[in-house]
């Protein structure tokens, strides 16, 4: 694995100063081994894996498959644990707007139609038993304004 990472960046010279995420992955598994490369920040392995991808067409060679493997399993499990906060966190995110809101204690009944009816028009007001049409007194409407203005004066 270290040996054909090594490799493939010594057989391009210019890919240690162009890929430098892929650089600074090759040389820490150089130094020290896979663990620190898992180490390394997550942004420094998923662009270090994009250079990876965009270097090699043949991953017959099982160091590098290995090596793209390990890159692509690091960055997703370290992605998927920044993301998923903890329970005791998420609980505690709402417990906090829960004791802020006053308690209702709200008792349910049921009730005839005729009974909810009334009770609306004690909250609300007289609501209309029957639909109204509007009459030729009533006042107008923007919209009417509007068409009005907009309609040509006659010459007089």
Same mark, same amino acid.
């Given at each position: 694995?270290? /040996?054909?990472?090594? &490799?493939?960046?010594?057989?391009? #010279? @210019?890919?240690?100063?162009?890929?430098?995420?892929?650089?600074?992955?090759? /040389? &820490?598994? /150089?130094? &020290?081994?896979?663990?620190?490369?898992? @180490?390394?920040?997550?942004?420094?392995?998923? +662009?270090?894996?994009?250079?990876?991808?965009?270097?090699? %067409?043949? %991953? *017959?060679?099982?160091?590098?498959?290995?090596?793209?493997?390990?890159? @692509? $399993?690091? $960055? !997703?499990?370290?992605?998927?644990?920044?993301? @998923?906060?903890?329970?005791? *966190?998420?609980?505690? /995110?709402?417990?906090?707007?829960? +004791?802020?809101? #006053?308690?209702?204690?709200?008792?349910?009944?049921?009730?005839?139609?005729?009974?909810?009816?009334?009770?609306?028009?004690? %909250?609300?007001?007289?609501?209309?038993?029957?639909?109204?049409? #509007?009459?030729?007194?009533?006042?107008?409407?923007?919209?009417?304004?509007?068409?009005?203005?907009?309609? #040509? !004066?006659?010459?007089?």
């Amino acid at each position: 694995m270290r /040996r054909e990472l090594y &490799t493939l960046l010594e057989h391009h #010279p @210019a890919s240690r100063q162009m890929m430098r995420h892929l650089d600074v992955i090759e /040389r &820490t598994l /150089r130094r &020290t081994g896979i663990e620190a490369v898992e @180490a390394l920040p997550v942004k420094v392995l998923d +662009r270090g894996l994009n250079e990876l991808e965009a270097l090699v %067409w043949d %991953w *017959s060679q099982p160091g590098l498959a290995e090596v793209r493997s390990r890159l @692509a $399993v690091t $960055v !997703k499990r370290r992605r998927h644990e920044a993301n @998923a906060p903890d329970a005791a *966190s998420q609980l505690e /995110r709402y417990d906090r707007y829960d +004791r802020a809101m #006053p308690t209702i204690d709200a008792e349910v009944q049921e009730v005839s139609h005729e009974l909810f009816e009334e009770m609306e028009r004690s %909250w609300t007001g007289r609501m209309p038993d029957q639909r109204t049409e #509007p009459t030729v007194d009533a006042p107008r409407t923007d919209a009417a304004v509007d068409a009005a203005a907009a309609a #040509p !004066k006659s010459a007089g």
